[in-house]
């Protein structure tokens, strides 16, 4: 059974593909289209599907459309719409929505998003761009071979933890923004059944309350929320308790956030690019602040509410990584995962992993009574039966991967000198030794916001000034952090490692504490906090970039290398060799080891030291 997962209405559209219960391939638009975010989150765009996503990730399975079974989206108009005002069983389109009133809805273009999201079965074979077309071919939306599910937004937010954490049994809590109109949800999967335990709805969101003080601090919203979370650490929390004040925390995992001014309260917004005053770093602090409380709160609700001892984090909120490692050390849960594909990207993956385990649960069985429907309200005490799980996330390598064949026949095309490399590990750590930049292009790219070492800029920590020059080469602000990456076995030490899973952080989204006397030996990547956003590295995970950190131990001295993403300001991580060729030539980069292949910048070929 081929299930094939979209997420498409609001930014950071995706696809997921599943085969009888297990992932096959994953992806962002964006590393396509090379748009950041893939577009931007406006009712008038939610008709533009991730057709280039879909077509990666049948070529991946060697299937076209025609070969699917179930498609399963990760938004359901029918909640969305649902109790507005219909007009002959349709929807009020106006001709000008902004001049026409809200009316009803939350917004004025809320009906023709709501039309765009009802169309999507329309628009995935009708609005397919022409040189996509061959992977789509054969198929009708009136005659489609497959099956079209709508599910809950929250509900594939859910789905996308449990169904792929490393836990047979576990609570479940989702943050983000919005859904249909879900901001925050709670549920509990155990025996291969997943049961709702409520949801808090609009206006009352932590998602959103965090991107407005975003937008007020001058960056944008729904994109720059971690920036935020970085600024937080140079500041001060002195206005915590006046965004207390419109918190209100209340029974059953519920809060209500009260009417805020933020200009009122904390002064005018910050204009994109102005200087960042003392003000602006104590109201990040406050927000972090705030943020971290109240999900601690909501947690220890949730861990008496389910009785369980593990937790599945997802939604956007769940990539604030200072957050997760306050949630992970306080000892409400023996474990604490986070997906990491966690924003709204990873829906595509939650939706085809619910209704592949839906799918399978009631395929050819005899009791009819089962219920097939997602278009129900994602309710307090509703119990949903699913098919045992087939699958677990031990990483995130679901995109592309190109061969070195196909990577060596670019570098000739391009007429570029290129080294072949028998040692990757060695030659690569000589170079990262020399306190050369390196970009990293290894394998299959990472589904989700962070690069893990298959599209990643490496770089020595020794130097105190490498933080800076990688800023400098991506553009990036002076106050943002870079992370480090080392192997598993070596993390104790070097951090203070969480009892949680012996402190595993294969996705870079737990922060630790450096151990006394560290700091001094890898000055570049940490926060001015003493923190790190770490990854560790098991041998049996990323046997390439496992070795490259024992070689770099042994030319460098320590087992840890910076790792950031590889891309520039504004652009999306690098999917293809062509883009990372692309990347190395507009950047200071120094080196690039692209498969098994090294280039190096012309006029440093004679500085680099030579092949041992």
Not at 343 to 356: F, K, M, P
Request: glycine share 8%.
């Amino acid at each position: 059974m081929i299930t094939l997962g979209i997420n498409a209405c609001f930014h950071d559209p995706a696809a997921a593909l599943v085969r009888d219960g297990r992932v096959v391939a994953a992806a962002e638009e964006e590393r396509f289209t090379r748009i950041k975010h893939g577009k931007r989150p406006l009712p008038f765009t939610a008709w533009e599907l991730p057709w280039h996503a879909i077509d990666y990730c049948l070529g991946e399975a060697g299937l076209g459309l025609a070969d699917v079974d179930h498609v399963a989206y990760s938004f359901n108009p029918h909640r969305f719409i649902d109790g507005r005002a219909r007009e002959h069983g349709g929807l009020r389109l106006p001709l000008e929505p902004s001049a026409a009133g809200r009316g009803p809805w939350e917004n004025p273009w809320d009906p023709l998003f709501a039309s765009y999201v009802s169309c999507a079965p329309r628009l995935l074979v009708d609005a397919v761009p022409h040189h996509l077309r061959a992977r789509f071919a054969g198929v009708r939306h009136e005659q489609a071979p497959y099956e079209w599910h709508f599910v809950a937004h929250h509900l594939c937010h859910q789905a996308s933890a449990f169904l792929a954490a490393p836990f047979e049994r576990c609570a479940v809590m989702t943050l983000d923004g919005r859904g249909e109109r879900a901001t925050t949800s709670y549920g509990v999967y155990r025996e291969h059944r997943y049961g709702a335990l409520g949801e808090v709805h609009v206006p009352h969101s932590l998602g959103l309350l965090y991107e407005r003080v975003t937008a007020h601090l001058g960056f944008v919203h729904s994109s720059d929320e971690y920036k935020v979370m970085a600024l937080a650490a140079l500041g001060s929390p002195r206005h915590a308790a006046v965004l207390r004040a419109h918190l209100q925390l209340g029974e059953q995992g519920q809060f209500e956030l009260l009417p805020l001014d933020l200009a009122q309260a904390f002064g005018p917004p910050r204009g994109p690019g102005e200087r960042l005053e003392e003000r602006h770093l104590d109201l990040a602090a406050s927000l972090q602040d705030l943020l971290e409380d109240a999900v601690l709160q909501l947690a220890r609700w949730l861990r008496e509410a389910s009785g369980e001892t593990r937790l599945a984090l997802a939604g956007g909120v769940a990539l604030n990584c200072v957050m997760n490692a306050r949630l992970r050390d306080s000892g409400l849960y023996d474990a604490v995962w986070v997906q990491p594909a966690a924003g709204d990207a990873g829906t595509a993956l939650g939706a085809a992993l619910w209704v592949d385990a839906r799918e399978r649960l009631t395929e050819g069985a005899a009791d009819a009574s089962l219920d097939r429907s997602d278009a129900q309200p994602h309710a307090t005490g509703l119990v949903y039966p699913l098919a045992p799980r087939r699958w677990e996330m031990r990483d995130a390598f679901l995109g592309p991967a190109y061969e070195d064949q196909e990577i060596e026949a670019l570098l000739q095309w391009a007429r570029l000198d290129y080294e072949p490399l028998d040692d990757i590990a060695e030659r690569t750590a000589e170079l990262l030794a020399a306190n050369r930049i390196v970009g990293w292009f290894q394998g299959r790219m990472e589904f989700g916001p962070r690069a893990l070492g298959a599209r990643s800029i490496l770089a020595s920590p020794i130097d105190p000034a490498m933080q800076a020059r990688l800023n400098e080469l991506k553009d990036r602000e002076d106050f943002r952090p870079v992370a480090p990456v080392l192997p598993l076995e070596r993390l104790g030490d070097w951090f203070e490692p969480s009892q949680a899973r012996g402190g595993e952080s294969p996705f870079m989204l737990f922060t630790h504490r450096l151990r006394p006397g560290r700091r001094e030996r890898i000055p570049s990547a940490c926060h001015t906090d003493q923190s790190a956003r770490v990854q560790t590295v098991r041998r049996e995970d990323q046997p390439r970039l496992h070795a490259l950190l024992l070689a770099f131990e042994r030319h460098g001295g320590v087992p840890v290398l910076i790792n950031t993403s590889f891309n520039v300001r504004g652009q999306p991580i690098v999917c293809t060799p062509r883009h990372a060729l692309e990347a190395f030539a507009s950047t200071p980069l120094d080196a690039l080891v692209i498969g098994r292949f090294l280039v190096v910048k012309p006029d440093l070929r004679q500085k680099l030291p030579a092949a041992a």
